[in-house]
């Protein structure tokens, strides 16, 4: 069997993966620009970048590097920039390991690709047409359209995965100052907003990954991503004020309310995330695949897990 190459391996779920595969001793190999013990340093990820030493013996890529949404865009042309990072590179990667003999190539996408909202009770499915809103999920979007195209032509085998937010031990970001707000036990003000939100476990996602490797009906696929039980802004806050040991407390303001400050402060597309619905359903996923999302957020060890780092 050879090896699994993974890209970013320094990331959040690149590092978990790597755990996650040592763990059931699948042999694989860790690059990123990052150096850090036990991982294979690249210089970068670029459109011209050289792979052929790295590819030797390797049997499948999980390409989870990219340049990711930020939330202070400061590039004069964003979407140029993450075309770079996210098309060109991961196209370059693609093509040469084609010709390296590598047979499947996992890229990690984004539910961004679908959109960035749900009408509620209608969840995203696979099957939807890709409706990016901004530049990360527009680069996604062509990424994966020209990958398909590429395996075909190349006889590469592509497999597409699509999360929402991942969440789990170390995660940063967003999630993190959610749980900042909880652990100072600052009030919800949330409890009047009845919208509901995908999420994935890291634990659940990196199962997911290992399993696309080898799956004979995960080739030239998309799939979708979550833990398959999903939380409103309010739900997910009281889950984490408890399990940072404080009292759940809560404030309730009108939704209206909430995003008209926030059109005011400047933080409308912030507010969004945490007002609106964003549902995943991940049926062809789990039938498919025969896999069921291991972690589940109703078991309230999985938040106090989150706490246990710090």
């Not at 140029?80 to 590179?89: D, P």
Request: glycine residues 6%; hydrophobic residues 40%; proline residues 5%.
């Amino acid at each position: 069997m050879g090896r699994t190459l993974i890209t970013g391996a320094s990331g959040f779920v690149g590092a978990h993966l790597l755990s996650t595969m040592e763990s059931r001793g699948l042999p694989k190999v860790g690059v990123s620009r990052q150096r850090n013990s036990g991982l294979i340093t690249v210089p970068s990820y670029e459109s011209t970048s050289t792979w052929r030493a790295l590819l030797q013996d390797v049997n499948a890529i999980i390409h989870l590097a990219a340049r990711v949404h930020v939330m202070h865009e400061t590039a004069p042309d964003a979407l140029s920039e993450f075309r770079q990072a996210n098309v060109a590179s991961t196209l370059n990667l693609a093509r040469q390991a084609a010709a390296a003999g590598v047979r499947r190539f996992v890229f990690v996408s984004s539910i961004k690709v679908n959109g960035e909202r749900t009408e509620a009770g209608k969840p995203f499915t696979a099957r939807d047409l890709r409706h990016p809103q901004d530049p990360y999920g527009i680069s996604k979007a062509e990424a994966e359209v020209q990958l398909l195209a590429l395996g075909l032509q190349l006889g590469l085998e592509i497999t597409i995965v699509r999360p929402p937010l991942v969440y789990g031990a170390g995660v940063r970001g967003n999630f993190r100052r959610m749980m900042n707000w909880a652990a100072r036990g600052l009030p919800s003000i949330f409890p009047m907003v009845r919208n509901k939100r995908s999420l994935i476990h890291v634990s659940n996602l990196c199962d997911l990954l290992i399993e696309t490797l080898h799956h004979p009906d995960a080739v030239n696929r998309v799939f979708l991503a979550s833990d398959g039980h999903d939380l409103s802004t309010h739900e997910l806050l009281t889950a984490l004020t408890i399990a940072a040991g404080r009292q759940p407390r809560s404030i309730p303001v009108p939704t209206f309310a909430l995003q008209r400050a926030a059109r005011i402060a400047g933080w409308e597309q912030g507010m969004a995330r945490l007002t609106e619905n964003l549902q995943v359903d991940i049926t062809d996923t789990c039938n498919t695949l025969n896999w069921r999302p291991m972690v589940s957020p109703h078991d309230k060890t999985v938040w106090a897990s989150l706490f246990d780092e710090q």
